[in-house]
C-alpha cells in the first residue's frame, strides 16, 4: 500500500513515518510540507492513501481534498491533525478515518484496517501466486483478478462472476470460491451471492427484515438474507 504524507510540520511527518514502519505491507513513497507540494506528488508517485494535515499555508488539507474529487483514480484521505473541529468537513470528502495530534498507534491501527478494507493492494502473502481467477468467456478461458470482481452468483447449477465490464460463468461453486478469494474482503450475503465490500453503495430495506444491496458498477439488486445483515452492517460501518 503506497503512502503520501502531507504536513507542514516536519516533526509531524517524521513521527508518522516512523509510527507506519510497523507495518511492513505500506511503503510511504512521498512527503510534503504544503498542499500544492502533495499535489505534485499524488499526480507523480500515484499513491493509494494521503495522510493529510488539515491546517497548512496556502491550501488546507480539505481544500486540496476537495480537489482530489475530480480524480477519476483518487487516493484514500486519513486526516491527520491537531484540530478535532474539522472531523464533520473531513468526512463530508470521505476521509476514510481522522487521526488527532498527537497520534495515538492504536487508532493508528484501527485506521490501518479501515484502509485495508478499502484499498486494493496485494500484501507479499497474496502475491506468491499471480493470484488470477480462471473463467469462462463463451469459447475461450479468462484469467481476471479477484479486486475486478463486484460480487458473484448462483443460478441453479451455474456461478456467475460479475465485474465492471462483463459477467463471466465459473465451474466452481461459491463455497469453494469463497475458500479461494478468503484473502480479500468478500462477503456472503445470502446462500446464491457472495460481494466484495469495497463496492456496496447502499443496503435497501425490502420488507421483513430483508434487505437488497447495490453494488457499484452493478445494475443487479443483490438480495441480503435477514441472517446477515447484522454482520454485514458491522463489517461495512465505522
Known sequence: MKIAIIDDEPYSREEMKHLLKKYSWIEVVGEASSAEKGLEIILTKEPDVLFLDIEMPGMSGVELAETLQKMKHKPEIVFATAYPDYALKAFQVDAVDYLVKPFDEE????????????????????????????????????????????????????TFICTEKKKYTCRLTIKDLETKLNTYPFFRVHKSYLVQLPYVEELIPWGSGVYQLKVHGANEAIPVSRNYVKELRERLEL
Open 107 to 158: 487508532q493508528l491501527d484501527k485506521a490501518v484496517e479501515r484502509l485495508k478494507k478499502v484499498v486494493h493492494f496485494e500484501t507479499k502473502e497474496e502475491t506468491k501466486s499471480l493470484g488470477k481467477l480462471a473463467v469462462q468467456d463463451e469459447d475461450k478461458i479468462v484469467f481476471i483478478k479477484p479486486r475486478d470482481i463486484l460480487y458473484i452468483s448462483r443460478e441453479e447449477r451455474e
